[in-house]
């Protein structure tokens, strides 16, 4: 009913930047958060920004003052803007969106990801 599309990602050089989106489609009402996720080969997913409707946001200590997440209430989308990417960056990323739908169900949805490759 709700579909979450991931887009941009890349192979990249250190210091590099990429620009991720992530598109809501299907019968929404609203959506609240969005955010994006990263996992890394043999780790955990974790939390890499998130944004609230109103534009709140909150990042991972690690990609503080070096992402910035916002989004496009209109278009239902989500972006996530990497610059002076490093290495460690390397994960595939996932889009996160709480989705309010047509007939008032709220739901978590996930895309199915995007590799970034940051290359030494």
């Known amino acids: 009913q709700v579909q979450l599309v991931e887009s941009g990602g890349g192979l990249v050089q250190a210091g590099g930047s990429l620009r991720l989106s992530c598109a809501a489609s299907g019968r929404i009402l609203s959506i609240n958060h969005m955010g994006w996720y990263r996992q890394a080969p043999g780790k955990q997913r974790e939390l890499v920004a998130d944004?609230?409707?109103?534009?709140?946001?909150n990042y991972a200590d690690a990609v503080k003052g070096r992402f910035t997440i916002s989004r496009d209430n209109a278009k239902n989308t989500v972006y996530l803007q990497m610059n002076s990417l490093k290495p460690e960056d390397t994960a595939v990323y996932y889009c996160n969106a709480e989705v309010i739908s047509s007939d008032y169900v709220k739901v978590d949805y996930w895309g199915k990801g995007t590799l970034v490759t940051v290359s030494s």
């Open positions: 944004i609230t409707r109103g534009g709140s946001t």
